[in-house]
């Protein structure tokens, strides 16, 4: 015991001694760094410098929901011109969240976006802990009056465009969707894109499978090839990894992927896409801040607002098809059309929506339910 | 044709170990400056950082303490059943059982007074943690079934179940459909000693303490041992192997369970898949640094979750998550190689005969 007591003490000291070498070539050197950053860019800024900090459950890779995020971080620095980080691969319910979020806090970071769902209770502690510093959430439900707040977006709209699109496509009337967890953003995202399927081809039907996965490629892949095996012809996701693509390419069948553009993951099967765009969103949370006027809002981003949209669309495409989508598209920027618009029906066959009506956000955000034309179940 | 093998010292080298953990470490930053020069960092600015967000104020003591608790009771997991010869790769299951049990018994003491419901809470998790293992114990002590491959498995098991429970009949009514458990009731929290450090600290130090005396100072642990070094002289002292095996990897289990207790009244806010966060698997280094010895852990488990901690900071200048991790290998890896060695010695064998002649020496 004493042995190992002196082998520590070793360590510890030699590490000390590295580290206490380092740290004033490491204070100087970042006080440098900071000195020649603000001559160059110049931003008056009366109270402590803004910086951004962004903390992701998943490396941010080379597409999907984290890499948007990550995307979104970057046009925002530079946008801004203030300082960023990131952190990803980020565990949810672990003491590793609140730990990272103290060190960025401790480095004078002033804005945390976390953008996974499991974050928000944690945060919203931190929140409590830290009312200096803004806190925004993204994918979740709770705020407080000074300085948390959450945001969304209206992810429906372009699913229902990318619907659409998919209705074209396919020719047996089975459309493949695989799909993460059975939550009402995942089913509002499925039955939006149905509705957009039967706005153009009333006769295809929508076949889901869970994966309870949001990136497992393993697991995705089978289950897009277990619907192509059924006889879709064309797949849909709502899923992080370019998996279900893939196996789309192989099969010979068409794809509409989600977060980003993933045309060069499977450049033949793919069709459109729903994607984010987190940037614009990120300036005005970090503008905000930076000018003191920070406000907590439940933010639902609209694809006017821009913080949604869909990807370009495969050339291939017929043209007439593609009109008929961007008059849709330019319907629902200006207000006119809106996905959820009565009669819609579930999927028993009974009324949830009368003829006319618009569904309200509550009941969106809430929603539990499959539309006519969806094969599969809810829970 | 010579060939380098390992061959164990007469005596360990006089002040060899605190000697090579040093040696080690520092070989170690040497190389993790290579690889941060080579990613581009400035490794002083990145040694300074691990070393001040790990160790530099009370407030990061804490963060580390509180990652040591559960790696050290993993690792004391894996070394009790190390100082038998048995393999206990099921620690990171046995966390979660532990967990499960902790957060079935929050569910139905949701009134009970913190104490109560605490202590209730760390004894079903102690309880949890040893039924996940009885399974692979009596297969082993009964049947001579492997335990590495059925502890191994049953890590699987376990995450299932989590999964299970909060996606089905532990899921949150006010979650929208998330699939989270809901949070712990207040009360149900450990208390803090200083800064973040929670009460688990205590309580790990007394398990290390006590498993370490009852290994190293008891006819129980010296029966243990003897098993350990020959499974033929314990049978011919009369020691009961099957029984021994029984009550060392149940206790074992019961080990890795209690820290799924502790982590989810100490830290965490409900029950998640994630709970066990890898504490499990890095135990089984911790006993390995720790050369399998119980009163090896407590050390190794703080320095272990001092350079995971740092390296997880320097993640916030910019490090990549994959840099970090490769960093906190070389680390512990310069570490355990230098404990290795200052146990062994390298040999260059001049011929094949006295290879055979030392080989039927050992």
Redesign the interface.
Same mark, same amino acid.
Do not use: W
């Given at each position: 015991?004493r042995?190992?007591?002196?082998?520590?003490?070793?360590?510890?000291?030699?590490?000390?001694m590295?580290?206490a070498?380092?740290?004033d070539?490491?204070s100087s050197?970042?006080s440098s760094e900071a000195s020649s950053s603000s001559e160059t860019e110049e931003e008056a800024d009366s109270g402590p410098e803004t910086k951004a900090?962004f903390i992701m459950v998943a490396?941010i890779g080379d597409a999907g929901w984290n890499y948007a995020h990550d995307v979104g971080r970057q046009y925002a620095e530079e946008m801004t011109g203030v300082e960023t980080?990131y952190?990803?691969?980020v565990?949810?319910?672990?003491?590793?969240f609140g730990?990272?979020v103290?060190?960025?806090i401790?480095?004078g970071?002033n804005v945390i976006i976390g953008t996974s769902?499991?974050y928000m209770?944690?945060m919203l502690a931190l929140a409590d802990e830290y009312p200096d510093v803004v806190f925004e959430h993204v994918s979740g439900?709770k705020m407080n009056e000074t300085n948390f707040g959450n945001t969304f977006g209206r992810m429906y709209e372009p699913r229902y465009l990318s619907g659409m699109v998919a209705g074209s496509a396919t020719t047996s009337n089975l459309i493949g969707y695989v799909a993460a967890?059975?939550?009402?953003e995942v089913i509002r995202g499925i039955n939006a894109f149905t509705l957009g399927v039967q706005a153009i081809n009333p006769d295809a039907e929508v076949e889901v499978i869970w994966t309870?996965t949001w990136f497992d490629p393993a697991v995705e892949g089978d289950s897009a090839q277990a619907l192509l095996d059924k006889g879709a012809d064309v797949i849909a996701m709502h899923q992080d990894s370019t998996a279900a693509g893939e196996k789309a390419e192989a099969a010979g069948a068409r794809w509409v992927s989600y977060n980003t553009d993933m045309s060069e993951f499977a450049p033949e099967a793919f069709l459109t896409a729903p994607v984010w765009n987190w940037g614009p969103r990120y300036v005005e949370i970090i503008e905000a801040a930076q000018a003191g006027t920070y406000a907590p809002t439940a933010y639902w981003g609209s694809m006017a607002e821009g913080i949604v949209d869909l990807a370009p669309i495969a050339s291939d495409v017929d043209q007439g098809v593609v009109d008929q989508v961007m008059e849709a598209k330019a319907a629902i920027i200006a207000g006119d059309l809106h996905p959820f618009t009565g009669p819609i029906n579930d999927q028993d066959g009974n009324e949830v929506l009368a003829a006319g009506e618009v569904m309200d956000d509550g009941a969106m955000?809430?929603m539990?339910f499959f539309v006519e034309g969806v094969i599969g179940s809810t829970g | 044709m010579r060939q380098p093998r390992l061959s164990l010292r007469e005596q360990p080298l006089p002040?060899g170990?605190?000697?090579a953990?040093?040696a080690g470490?520092?070989i170690a930053?040497i190389v993790g400056t290579l690889l941060l020069l080579a990613a581009g960092h400035? /490794? &002083?600015?990145i040694?300074?950082?691990?070393?001040?967000?790990s160790?530099g104020d009370p407030?990061a003591w804490a963060?580390t303490i509180?990652?040591a608790v559960p790696l050290g009771l993993a690792g004391l997991a894996v070394a009790v059943a190390g100082s038998m010869g048995l393999w206990n790769i099921g620690a990171e299951g046995q966390i979660m059982a532990g967990a499960i049990a902790a957060a079935w018994v929050a569910r139905i003491g949701g009134d009970w007074p913190g104490i109560i419901l605490i202590s209730m809470m760390l004894i079903a998790a102690i309880g949890g943690g040893g039924v996940l293992a009885l399974g692979p114990a009596l297969a082993r002590a009964k049947l001579g079934v492997n335990e590495i491959i059925t502890t191994l498995m049953l890590n699987e098991v376990a995450i299932r179940l989590v999964?299970w429970l909060i996606?089905g009949p532990w899921k949150d009514p006010d979650s929208?459909?998330? /699939? &989270?458990a809901p949070?712990l009731p207040d009360q149900a929290r450990l208390p803090t000693l200083f800064s973040r450090t929670h009460f688990g600290l205590l309580i790990a130090v007394a398990v290390i303490v006590i498993a370490?005396v009852a290994v190293r100072y008891t006819a129980w642990g010296y029966e243990l041992r003897i098993a350990g070094s020959s499974e033929a002289t314990a049978r011919y002292s009369g020691i009961s192997l099957s029984k021994k095996i029984l009550t060392v990897l149940v206790l074992s289990g019961a080990i890795a369970g209690l820290a799924g207790g502790i982590e989810l009244t100490g830290?965490?806010?409900?029950l998640?898949?994630?709970?066990s966060?890898g504490f499990g698997f890095a135990g089984i280094i911790v006993a390995a640094l720790a050369l399998m010895r119980p009163?090896?852990v407590a050390?190794v488990a703080?320095?272990f979750g001092a350079v995971q901690?740092g390296g997880?900071?320097i993640?916030?200048?910019?490090v990549s998550?994959s840099v970090s991790t490769i960093l906190q290998a070389f680390v512990l890896f310069g570490?355990i190689g230098a404990g290795v060695l200052s146990r062994y010695r390298i040999v260059l064998d001049a011929n094949t005969r006295s290879i055979k002649k030392e080989m039927s020496d050992d």
């Open positions: 015991m042995k190992r007591l002196i082998a520590l003490l070793a360590v510890l000291f030699a590490f000390g590295l580290t070498c380092g740290s070539d490491s050197s970042s900090a490396p980080a952190v990803d691969a565990p949810e319910g672990t003491a590793d730990n990272y103290r060190d960025f401790d480095q970071y769902f499991g209770d944690d439900y967890f059975p939550i009402p309870s955000l809430g539990m | 002040g170990q605190p000697l953990f040093g470490l520092l930053l400035d /490794p &002083l600015k040694y300074s950082r691990m070393f001040e967000a160790l407030d963060k509180n990652r999964q996606h929208f459909n998330f /699939p &989270l949070m370490s830290t965490a806010d409900r998640t898949e994630t709970i966060n009163s090896g050390v703080l320095l901690i997880q900071s993640q916030t200048l910019g998550s570490a």
